[in-house]
């Protein structure tokens, strides 16, 4: 799944975390360059607009490449029109996961399994501001934390890409 050069192929999901007052959900879009959070929401409810929000912060964020890859997996939103012309517009290529298949979108899964576990199962949290406050942990994980296997953050990964 590394792919060599920035903006090329992207990929996004959606996962839950529980607080004493219901579930909220958290959507990343992560650049398969470097491993590098582009973008992440969090949000009360599991929509379509939750993750079109996401991925119109990245696509403003970096530089539009035409023809990019956005992988996720067949979650409704994902399926859904709003996606699709936000696809459209922004020029990117869909790409879903087989139906059931989550190592299919391994990525994202990675990046939520070291999230989780580094960070959101080490507490309970009460309420979505303290979910937010958390949630800080990309800028660490984006911009410090060292990849084991290669000695560098996702951002200097991604740096020396460019």
Known sequence: FAQPFPNRFWATDITYIPTAKGMVYLCAVLDLCGKMVLAYRIGGDMTASLVTDTVRDACKKEK??????????????????????????????????????????????????TLKTECLYRRKFSCRAEVEQAAEYVRFYNYERINLKNGLTPFEIRSKAV
């Open 64 to 113: 539009v490449a035409d023809g990019r890859i956005l992988h996720s997996d067949q979650g409704s939103q994902y399926t859904s029109q709003a996606y699709f012309d936000l696809s459209q517009e922004s020029h990117i290529q869909p790409s879903m996961s087989s139906p059931g298949c989550p190592y299919d979108n391994a990525a994202m899964e990675n990046f939520f399994g």
